[in-house]
């Protein structure tokens, strides 16, 4: 992604006793988020987590989905009047709360 970018990262925490399926969130929630966001979503990558720093330990998310905006105007325009559907089919693979941050794409490579 390009510097000056917007990152919206949607981050669920690996909680024991919460649900999340994979599955779903790769093959429908991530189509219905594109269909509704349309161009103004230039990208978007799905991270599992696999672990922390100590080896052996659970990674402190279950996943990462982050998504990529020319601006936070262009993100706010796209998401607002479409948060509804999106964060209503939530339920249908998760149980989980997410953390969500905003950022701003820095550098998008390393020297």
Not at 44 to 58: C, F, H, M, N, R
Request: charge should be negative; charged fraction near 20%.
């Amino acid at each position: 992604m390009n510097k000056g970018m917007i990152k919206v990262s949607v981050m669920y925490p690996n909680v024991e006793g919460k649900h999340f399926n994979m599955e779903y969130y790769i093959s429908s929630h991530l189509t219905l988020a594109k269909q509704l966001l349309g161009s103004a979503l230039k990208g978007a990558t799905v991270e599992k987590g696999l672990g922390s720093a100590k080896p052996g330990s659970i990674a402190p998310f279950i996943a990462i989905g982050n998504m990529y905006f020319d601006s936070i105007e262009d993100f706010e325009k796209a998401f607002n009047p479409n948060a509804g559907k999106i964060i209503g089919d939530m339920h249908n693979f998760t149980t989980i709360q997410p953390d969500i941050q905003i950022s701003e794409v820095i550098i998008s490579e390393l020297n």
